[in-house]
């Protein structure tokens, strides 16, 4: 299992989405390619764009699916931030 | 080009400002001003300031001797800086932070993240209605960096209204505009039917596909014309001939549409050309409602949108 913290990437408002994908190109993919699951771990993030959300992991789905939330964990998020991250993951998979 | 600034243009009388407008020669600007008072929205501003920076030569940028006693806010929002002209104009700072964010270009990602951090210590924002700015701000500007293809990238200004308790935003560029950057994923033949297109969740110029590309989603217009909508505020987006106007929501119900022609709204397709897109809008503090509500929403309306689309390229059967 791999921990990855945003915060020191992103700061507190996460919207640069040149970040979210060079976290999911160098970080989440080769994870679950090693078969490890991941930890998004969202502490001290106090807002994201559904633009760096959908640059973070909606490839992640395209890729391997929808099953592969049962191997991503996203963690300390607030209630906007899960809403943003759920309207993505919706969004993906009504796409699919 | 010529400007004229006339005593009041805001959203919601923008129309006669951007009829005015005279295009006809881009390579010099020539700005004249209402003689009693100047009163007008960031978007104004912004505008001015992108065509300004266009034209390397200062000499072919002149500015009026301007009268009105209201100069001092255009001087104060960095305009003449960004025409390489001296106003004349002094101003003493009374407000060493102000409640406003002058003319500022944004070329760069990395510069955007930069200007979002110290953007909200100039509008002294608590942390409840510097959320949607922020968001606005961020997706405004990555559109024009990602899309516009504009060398001078985004102009923005920003200011607060205490009377009105408004925030009001207005972002300019002189890039491709929308109906070429839409044009590469759907054909377009009006410059409204590609702002139409912008505003629909789901629908970028990066692709045709559902989802989107790894990188572009397209509801990031949406999204902001959300957040106008439900908080009851104005809402322009003018790009090519055409400009889209969100009117104010009159009924009490917040109700996100996916097609922004069932918006309360106006249109006019018959305006000045801009080469490029503006975008303005008011943000009223007073009636923000919780970001999180409006996330609701969007997230009911966003896949419906999707749902829908693919449902009318079903297959039908034929009956015979």
Redesign the interface.
């Known amino acids: 299992m791999i921990h990855i913290h945003l915060f020191p990437k992103t700061g507190s408002f996460a919207e640069n989405k040149d970040i979210a994908r060079d976290i999911r190109i160098h970080s989440i993919i080769p994870a679950l390619e090693n078969n490890q699951e991941v930890i998004l771990d969202f502490e001290k993030i106090d807002s994201v764009t559904q633009s760096f959300v959908h640059a973070l992991i909606s490839d992640l789905i395209r890729k391997y699916g929808s099953d592969v939330l049962d191997r991503i964990n996203f963690k300390s998020c607030n209630e906007s931030i899960q809403k943003i991250i759920n309207i993505v993951i919706d969004y993906m998979q009504a796409s699919a | 080009m010529k400007i004229h600034l006339p005593n009041s243009a805001f959203l919601g009388n923008i129309d006669p400002f951007l009829k005015a407008l005279d295009t006809s020669d881009p390579k010099k600007l020539e700005i004249t001003a209402n003689k009693n008072w100047i009163s007008i929205h960031p978007m104004v501003l912004s505008m001015v300031a992108a065509i300004g920076i266009t034209i390397t030569d200062p000499s072919k940028i002149t500015c009026e001797k301007l009268e009105a006693t209201s100069k001092h806010y255009l001087k104060r929002m960095g305009l003449f800086d960004f025409l390489r002209i001296d106003s004349d104009i002094r101003i003493t700072e009374h407000e060493p932070a102000g409640r406003f964010i002058p003319l500022t270009q944004i070329k760069d990602?990395?510069s955007?993240?930069k200007f979002?951090?110290e953007m909200t210590p100039l509008l002294h924002l608590d942390?409840k209605h510097a959320?949607p700015i922020?968001?606005i701000v961020?997706?405004l500007v990555?559109n024009v960096l990602e899309h516009s293809s504009s060398q001078y990238g985004a102009i923005l200004s920003a200011q607060y209204y205490k009377e009105s308790n408004i925030i009001r935003i207005g972002v300019a560029d002189t890039g491709v505009g929308i109906k070429r950057t839409i044009g590469h994923s759907y054909q377009v033949s009006t410059d409204l039917e590609a702002i139409r297109l912008a505003l629909m969740p789901?629908i970028t110029g990066t692709t045709r596909?559902?989802?989107?590309t790894?990188?572009?989603?397209g509801?990031?217009l949406f999204?902001i014309k959300s957040i106008a909508s439900v908080n009851h505020n104005f809402f322009v987006i003018y790009s090519g001939d055409a400009m889209y106007k969100l009117l104010k929501r009159t009924t009490r119900e917040p109700k996100l549409y996916a097609d922004p022609f069932r918006d309360r709204h106006s249109t006019n397709d018959r305006l000045p050309h801009w080469n490029g897109t503006v975008v303005g809008i008011d943000i009223s503090l007073d009636a923000t409602q919780e970001?999180?509500t409006l996330?609701?929403l969007?997230?009911k309306i966003?896949?419906e949108a999707?749902?829908e689309r693919?449902e009318a390229k079903y297959k039908k059967a034929k009956f015979i």
């Open positions: 990602s990395i955007l993240t979002i951090t942390p959320g922020k968001y961020s997706e990555r789901g596909r559902e989802g989107g790894e990188f572009n989603a509801a990031g999204f970001f999180s996330l609701d969007i997230r966003y896949v999707v749902k693919k």
